[in-house]
């Protein structure tokens, strides 16, 4: 489901719906990283990518705890975070899925990627609402996801770009 479906959804269903695709892409992500511990023969890349995948467990069960509890104290939950986007993948060629011959660099853009469009997508859902309750789910999780992908920048900073 694209951000711009949801503008025709209201109410808890439809703040519950947004849940479970937050929940869906915690979940490929956390898939994707865990594949890609078998791409890298860099112990200290493989332990960042474990983390990584860990944040994504972590992540998803923060949202199955507001799927149960409900979305109306969220406010306190959404903290601004020194994380800059450094804008890596805006400049570089991203595969569009990750083949046999897939290496760590491959790897690394595609999370890229993959965290810069689902904090797009909650932006864009942000952005459709004037629901107080939805706002701060939306802003949540953008926040979350530039967090997600500040650190794989960071990672691919300090293994790809030492190569050079």
Do not use: C, W
């Amino acid at each position: 489901m694209t951000a711009s479906e949801y503008q025709y959804m209201g109410g808890e269903q439809y703040l519950e719906e947004i849940l479970r695709q937050a929940i869906r892409f915690e979940e490929e992500s956390y898939a994707l990283y865990r594949d890609a511990i078998k791409s890298t023969p860099i112990a200290d890349a493989a332990a960042m990518l474990e983390d990584l995948a860990a944040q994504e467990l972590a992540h998803k069960k923060k949202l199955q705890r507001l799927q149960e509890q409900g979305v109306s104290d969220l406010a306190p939950m959404v903290k601004t975070s020194e994380a800059q986007d450094l804008k890596l993948v805006d400049y570089l060629q991203v595969p569009a899925e990750l083949d046999a011959g897939a290496d760590l660099q491959d790897v690394l853009l595609l999370a890229m990627q993959r965290e810069k469009s689902t904090r797009e997508f909650y932006l864009k859902l942000n952005d459709l609402t004037d629901d107080g309750q939805a706002k701060a789910l939306f802003a949540l999780l953008a926040e979350e996801e530039l967090q997600h992908k500040n650190r794989v920048e960071a990672l691919y900073e300090n293994l790809v770009y030492q190569e050079f």
